[in-house]
Nanobody, 116 residues
Framework: QVQLVESGGGLVQAGGSLKLSCAASGRTFSGYRMGWFRQAPGKEREFVARIRSSDSNAAYADSVKGRFTISRDNARNTVYLQMNSLKSEDTAVYYC?????????WGQGTQVTVSS
């Protein structure tokens, strides 16, 4: 079992930056693929970024590529999402997810609001 707790969300002006953190419990964090998803009001949850456990290879949604960076610290059982050049359309609840193949574990989410 893995428990995920996100933090770092908040209100920021367009063009600003935020860094989200996701702290994981459990001994197998290092073996899990970690991902960030988001859900805006009235929209479906969408993929933002993911990082593999084996080689920390990262992938991003086209909408955030070049602006967001996902990273992980296995010693701290934490995954991060550095978000730069934020836009109003980045406003959403951001969720952290983990799993060996599928994303079986989800955090409760953290709100990110970008004001224009």
């Amino acid at each position: 079992q893995v428990q995920l707790v996100e933090s770092g969300g908040g209100l920021v002006q367009a063009g600003g930056s935020l860094k989200l953190s996701c702290a994981a419990s459990g001994r197998t964090f290092s073996g899990y693929r970690m991902g960030w998803f988001r859900q805006a009001p009235g929209k479906e949850r969408e993929f933002v970024a993911r990082i593999r456990s084996s080689d920390s290879n990262a992938a991003y949604a086209d909408s955030v590529k070049g602006r967001f960076t996902i990273s992980r610290d296995n010693a701290r059982n934490t995954v991060y999402l550095q978000m730069n050049s934020l836009k109003s359309e980045d406003t959403a609840v951001y969720y952290c997810a983990a799993g060996a193949t599928a994303y079986n574990y989800w955090g409760q989410g953290t709100q990110v609001t970008v004001s224009s």
